[in-house]
């Protein structure tokens, strides 16, 4: 009945276990995002960058701050240590930014701050399109119609709308017809502000009742604002639409979304933290199919789907799922091969549903989600789960094979092997208990696979002790069947050959000791070479390719446009491609956009991974080669894998970073473009590029400040009217329905198309008296070099040259040879040069595993010498372990693998894992001592008895892990690489203890060994 309770709870914690792709990552990191458009990069990081950096740089904790300011941009990154607490870093970092504020230009939009939580990628994203209306009115449908669909579906936090064209009320003064009456641009402004908006007057009490009252001036239309009057300086006035256009339009069309080559909207719908990833897809497409079905999607508007994540989540859970049960599969017909029972494999295979069901509910318990690495963890401990319940009914049948009546066989035989399976299972445990304590993003990722496998393990060694032996007391061992005799007379045979061998071998036990040295020294060097080719984490086919696009600086939407088309094009010919999104002239993400004309991206979907006979690397190198055929004269064009969604593996945007830090813009440029000669044709190495390399040219306006006080105006008024002359400011809002639209006052843009235009732009001073001036007559215009982008670290700015892997090689080898590329390469004085992205977190990583590692070998030694109080045995034990490399070796080389994190991890749990078979080996001998045997025929006797379930432990576990070694399907690549250690790692360490932990185990004895002495058991 416990176990059947056991096996409902699970059942019942299974369907409220919320489904995503990884766990949920919050990095410890905070943004804020300060917008102020078309002010040049150099001003805003005097302005806004400097001011920011240095307020978040003194908040509690902070670790590193970073910032990249564009035109009209400025971008700050604060970063802690992993295990801080966002939150409070969050409201320490939003009370530095009120201090800062006061510091700060009044022209900036109220600024942005924000931790940076993978929860916030869009589930889904559309794009809107539409062959009959335009796009302003399809921006305004979707903002306003379309959206609001989506906003009360269950586990829908926002449903955020970019691109198209928002409309805006434009006022277009004509300078000269002012001047002529005497007024300026201001006289525009005052009165719009003045006479468009609504002021509360008071209450009216009378006749025992109360009324609220207002001034009811907000203007009902657009031809009210045109009919706005104006007051002269004579005391008369006139309309607004006298004196400057007034027209219902749109803003400035500085980005386009497309998808498929059909211009249109973008929608994105960002989930709650906690939801479930594919539920809330799953409700998102209902409600659009319910919104096509009852027409409230008109015909012309066709809504395509640019992303889902909820179908690469389930892809990869199913991957997972299908790995876990085939494990399970494989693993029952190996058992079922040696026991011949289905009984007994029935007896076995229990512990695997029950042990998961139990996992289930300690994993709802915990706050854990079904994920890759939580289902990738069950997967793992498949054969795992049936280690122990294969040792105990293995020792009941072979008691009650000897006759012995079937509950006291299953009495005794239990009584033999409860010592070594608690001792096994809890070496697992030691193994794995410090990263239940490790930090950073891989105690992030692996935490949850860890605390899934320990929890399963744990339920698996109860039913070993409990549930196996009750139900093998009920019964015998069946009859051989064709398949068990066939299974026995292998095992008979193997036992004829092996028991000879072990034999020989303790004749010589130095000699067994030396070659096993000797192949551990071999594959030492070859692991060492391996270290030198190390990467981070395994990529992962998804299939997603991002295409990044840069022209020169000064170009049109429409060139970059026609430029992006021929990408198009150019990836639909090289096939497997299943959708294009494009996003021209910037970015957007949600309701952010980042308007760079001369810079888009592609976002390249190809078909399932099964559906097409290349990798993502293969199709991404295949495009690069065609764009380079088309010779594309002033484009760069930068393509690579897209890689794991939510994961940030570093600060830097690419996998290898090279940073020189400096106080001079035009130096780092130059040194900048030296590291990218240097660099470019490296071996693994692509897009090489330098943060620096984009130079663009600018207007810079400048004032003869003599004559300008002459005239009555001043720096300030020269930049106000600049601005209303080029891009307008908004000066009010106009309300229509429940909307709200901008109202900017602009000079018509056709007015300023040069130089010259610019210099004609007139000028009204604060003394009225005195006439408008041109521009010209106060100022010059000359065109200037301006940097485009300034990146600081650490409030010092740098210059970062950065690349992506080609996948021809890892990032160990291609830091290593850009290591040696650099060595020599001269710097100025003042400027320093280190290396970043990827390489970090890798060389952090390496420090990390080889202090788990330590910890590992120390807490399974521990637990061992505790439980066989004394030294002696556990230190045999544990001088098998380090062979088990010898087969991690093997595997890395026979599948090409490179070492990794997820190896690093797999060899760490091997700690844990291989000394199992050992343990119940070595118990056994000291029982046959016990029994009054000498030291040789004690190791030989076992060696034999030991043989069965040692090969049957192995290969049911080998079995289980083998479909996940396969990496078979979408999403394993993250869990191959442990599997394919843990597998050939287990399958060689078999060997270990067959043939070298004897060897050890009598070297181990004192001189006086062949007497019979009693041997210390287990506490």
């Avoid at 692509?686 to 620096?692: E, F, G, K, L, Y």
């Avoid at 590992?856 to 062979?883: D, K």
């Amino acid at each position: 009945m416990l176990t059947l309770t056991a096996i409902v709870l699970g059942g019942f914690a299974l369907n409220r276990l919320s489904i995503d792709l990884l766990p949920r990552l919050i990095y410890p990191q905070i943004g804020v995002r300060i917008l102020d458009p078309g002010v040049p990069a150099n001003i805003m990081e005097e302005q806004a960058t400097r001011q920011i950096e240095e307020q978040l740089a003194i908040t509690e904790d902070a670790s590193g701050v970073e910032s990249t300011t564009l035109e009209g941009t400025s971008e700050v990154e604060l970063y802690f240590d992993y295990g801080k607490d966002i939150d409070v870093a969050l409201r320490d970092a939003s009370t530095r930014l009120d201090r800062a504020k006061r510091f700060l230009p009044t022209t900036i939009d109220p600024p942005i701050i924000f931790k940076r939580d993978p929860s916030q990628i869009p589930v889904m994203e559309f794009v809107v399109s539409s062959p009959l209306r335009g796009m302003t009115e399809l921006r305004t449908w979707t903002d306003d119609v379309f959206a609001k669909f989506f906003l009360n579906l269950p586990g829908v936090a926002a449903v955020e709308v970019g691109g198209g064209l928002v409309r805006e009320v434009q006022v277009l003064p004509d300078q000269r017809r002012l001047a002529g009456l005497g007024l300026s641009i201001e006289s525009i402004v005052q009165a719009i502000e003045r006479g468009n908006v609504d002021a509360p007057a008071g209450r009216l009490r009378m006749a025992g009742q109360e009324y609220t009252s207002r001034t009811a001036g907000r203007l009902a239309s657009v031809a009210a604002l045109g009919a706005l009057p104006i007051r002269l300086p004579n005391g008369a006035s006139v309309p607004l639409s006298e004196i400057a256009q007034v027209i219902d339009t749109h803003e400035d069309e500085r980005i386009r979304a497309r998808y498929n080559g059909t211009p249109g909207v973008r929608v994105s719908v960002q989930k709650q933290p906690t939801a479930n990833t594919v539920d809330v897809a799953e409700a998102v497409n209902a409600r659009l199919a319910e919104l096509h079905r009852r027409g409230l999607v008109p015909e012309d508007m066709q809504v395509d789907t640019v992303s889902n994540q909820a179908v690469y989540v389930r892809q990869s859970i199913d991957n997972a799922t299908l790995a876990a049960l085939a494990g399970a599969a494989l693993a029952m017909v190996v058992v079922y091969c040696f026991l011949g029972s289905v009984r007994g494999t029935l007896i076995i295979g229990s512990a695997i549903p029950i042990s998961i069901m139990i996992a289930f509910s300690i994993m709802a318990l915990g706050g854990l989600s079904l994920n890759l690495m939580t289902l990738g963890g069950l997967a793992l401990g498949i054969g795992m789960l049936v280690d122990n319940t294969i040792v105990m009914l293995e020792n009941i049948e072979r008691h009650q094979r000897e006759g012995e009546e079937t509950v006291q066989a299953a009495e005794n035989a239990a009584a033999e092997v409860n010592s070594p399976i608690v001792a096994a299972t809890s070496t697992n445990l030691a193994a794995v208990l410090p990263f239940l304590f490790i930090s950073g993003l891989v105690g992030l990722l692996f935490r949850e696979l860890i605390f899934t496998i320990s929890a399963s393990i744990v339920a698996s060694l109860v039913v070993a002790l409990t549930l196996v032996p009750a139900l093998a007391a009920r019964g015998r061992p069946a009859p051989p069947t064709r398949v068990t005799r066939i299974v026995r007379a292998f095992v008979a045979g193997a036992q004829r050959i092996y028991v000879p061998m072990v034999a020989a071998i303790l004749k010589a036990p130095w000699l067994a000791v030396a070659v096993a040295g000797a192949l551990l020294a071999g594959s030492g060097t070859l692991f060492f070479q391996l270290t030198g080719k190390q990467a981070f984490l395994p990529a992962m086919d998804d299939g997603r390719v991002r295409v990044y696009v840069y022209t020169d600086t000064g170009g049109s939407l429409e060139q970059m446009d026609r430029t992006v088309l021929r990408l198009e094009r150019i990836a639909h010919e090289q096939g497997d491609v299943k959708g294009i999104s494009s996003i021209i002239g910037g970015s957007i993400f949600g309701r952010t956009q980042r308007e760079r004309p001369n810079r888009s991206t592609l976002d390249i979907q190809l078909v399932p991974v099964v559906e097409r006979g290349r990798s993502v690397e293969q199709w991404v190198s295949g495009f690069s080669r065609a764009v380079a055929a088309e010779q594309l004269a002033g484009v760069k064009v930068l393509a690579r894998a897209a890689g794991i969604r939510g994961v940030r593996l570093s600060r830097a945007d690419e996998d290898v970073s090279v940073r020189v830090q400096g106080p001079d813009l035009e130096t780092l440029a130059t040194i900048g473009d030296a590291l990218v000669k240097r660099l470019r044709g490296q071996p693994g190495l692509r897009n090489v590029q330098s943060s620096a390399e984009e130079r663009r040219q600018e207007f810079a306006v400048r004032v003869d400040r003599t004559r300008a006080a002459e005239l009555g105006v001043d720096v300030t008024q020269i930049g106000r009217a600049l601005r209303f002359a080029l891009d307008g400011i908004v000066v009010s809002d106009f309300i229509e329905g429940d909307r709200v639209y901008d109202v900017r006052v602009r000079l018509p843009r056709g007015a300023i198309d040069s130089p010259a235009a610019m210099e004609a732009i007139l000028l009204f001073g604060a003394q009225a008296a005195r006439p408008a001036v041109y521009l010209g007559d106060v100022a010059r215009v000359d065109l200037v070099a301006a940097p485009t982008e300034i990146r600081r670290e650490n409030q010092s700015r740098i210059v970062e040259v950065s690349g992506a892997l080609t996948g021809d090689l890892p990032l160990g080898a291609v830091v290593s040879s850009l290591r040696d590329e650099l060595r020599g390469f001269e710097l100025p004085s003042g400027y320093s040069l280190y290396f970043g992205g990827a390489y970090e977190s890798l060389q952090r990583g390496n420090v990390l595993v080889g202090t788990l590692a330590a910890l590992a070998l120390f807490l399974v030694f521990v637990v061992m010498a505790v439980q066989y109080e004394s030294l002696r045995n556990p230190a045999v034990i544990m001088l098998g372990v380090p062979f088990a490399l010898i087969g991690v070796v093997i595997g890395l080389l026979a599948t090409g693998l490179p070492l990794s994190m997820p190896v690093w991890l797999g060899i760490i749990m091997l700690i844990g894992v291989v000394v199992n078979n050992a343990i119940v080996l070595i118990e056994y001998i000291e029982l046959l001592r016990e029994r009054g045997a000498g030291v040789l025929d004690a190791i030989v006797e076992s060696a034999r008895l030991r043989l069965r379930p040692i090969m049957m432990t192995t290969l049911t576990t080998v079995a289980g892990m083998s479909p996940l070694a396969f990496g078979l399907g979408e999403g394993s690549e993250m869990l191959r690489p442990l599997a394919v250690c843990m597998v050939f790692g287990l399958a060689f360490s078999m060997f270990v203890t067959l043939l070298l932990i004897p060897s050890l185990y009598l070297l181990a004895q004192p001189r006086a060994a062949a007497a019979k002495f009693p041997a210390s058991r287990p506490a």
